[in-house]
Structure formats: C-alpha cells, structure tokens
Nanobody, 120 residues
Framework: QVQLVESGGGLVQPGGSLRLSCAAS????????MGWYRRAPGKQRELVAR???????NYGESVKGRFTISRDNAKNTVYLQMNSLKPEDTAVYYC??????????????WGQGTQVTVSS
C-alpha cells in the first residue's frame, strides 16, 4: 500500500519561510508527477506547484517567484520551499502523487494535509 506523509507545516509570520516535505512509501516502482495543492477556508482547492519525474515544474500564479518545488526521485520525496509568505497563503496543503506504479496497479494518491498559517 502506498502512503504519502507530509511534514513541515506550522505557524509563521508574514514574510517568513517554511519548507514542506512529502515522502511516498510502499512498494513503489515509479511515480510520474508529484505536487502540492492547497485549500483555504471557503475556497476551492488549487494547484500550488507540480514537478514531473524529469524535473519539469509548473506553479500557480499566486506563488510564482516565491515558492520552489523540488524532488528526490531516489527517496520518492517532494519538497516545497515557501518564501515571502503572505497571510493569503494560509491553507491546508496537500501532497499529490500522480500515476504511481506499484504491484497493486497505477493510481493517484493524496496525503492527509498539513496546515500552514501565516499570521502576525
């Protein structure tokens, strides 16, 4: 069984930084894309950033230039470095792994979510 475990959320002041991590565990053969989404109270879930197995990235417009996604394929881990945080970045952040190949087949997986709160 494949699981995604996120870490690194918390409370930070505006202008501060946080680094999120998401490790995929289980009998994983390969993972296509990995990424981060977020859902703020009263809003729809939105893409924050995504990275392919080859390292191609794309970002949501609101985080471009402030957030950086990276990936360690050997560890099946994706990271999100968040700088210059704003109160509007406050949300639950979810890790996503697309097209994960394991003995059970090919599926998409989600983490349980980690809270990020930007407030003074």
């Amino acid at each position: 069984q494949v699981q995604l475990v996120e870490s690194g959320g918390g409370l930070v002041q505006p202008g501060g930084s946080l680094r999120l991590s998401c490790a995929a565990s289980g009998s994983i053969v390969s993972i296509d894309a990995m990424g981060w989404y977020r859902r703020a109270p009263g809003k729809q879930r939105e893409l924050v950033a995504r990275i392919s197995s080859g390292g191609s990235t794309n970002y949501g417009e609101s985080v471009k230039g402030r957030f950086t996604i990276s990936r360690d394929n050997a560890k099946n881990t994706v990271y999100l470095q968040m700088n210059s945080l704003k109160p509007e970045d406050t949300a639950v952040y979810y890790c996503n792994a697309l097209r994960v190949l394991s003995p059970a087949g090919t599926y998409d997986y989600w983490g349980q979510g980690t809270q990020v709160t930007v407030s003074s």
